[in-house]
């Protein structure tokens, strides 16, 4: 059973940078499709970006591409979203996922595991 535990959230100016990480256990973490998604309060989860089993291949929402790199260290089981020139808009509950099958699927429901999400929050 994978578990997915996200941190570096927290409040941030317009313009400012985060970086997110996000610990995966259990299984193989080489294994898995790794993902991060967001969700502002009253609107759905969308897709942020996605990354392959060994990291060479990543995707982006065209919201954050440009502003956002996501990575990944199998060798230390993390996840990383590092987020610069962070707007207002950009302002969720940010969750890392992970899936066995669909490499840069940009659908939740593509996911099998999530973690519990850490908040961001970017003042204007």
């Known amino acids: 059973q994978v578990q997915l535990v996200e941190s570096g959230g927290g409040l941030v100016q317009a313009g400012g940078s985060l970086r997110l990480s996000c610990a995966v256990s259990?299984?193989?973490?080489?294994?898995?499709?790794l993902g991060w998604f967001r969700q502002a309060p009253g609107k759905e989860r969308e897709f942020v970006a996605a990354?392959?089993?060994?990291?060479?291949?990543?995707y982006y929402a065209d919201s954050v591409k440009g502003r956002f790199s996501i990575s990944r260290d199998n060798a230390k089981n993390t996840l990383y979203l590092q987020m610069n020139s962070l707007k207002p808009e950009d302002t969720a509950v940010y969750y890392c996922?992970?899936?066995?099958?669909?490499?840069?699927?940009?659908?939740?429901?593509?996911?099998?595991?999530w973690g519990q999400g850490t908040q961001v929050t970017v003042s204007s």
């Open positions: 996922a992970a899936n066995t099958l669909r490499v840069g699927s940009p659908r939740p429901h593509d996911y099998d595991y």
């Open positions: 259990g299984g193989t973490v080489s294994s898995y499709a």
């Open positions: 990354v392959s089993w060994t990291g060479a291949n990543t």
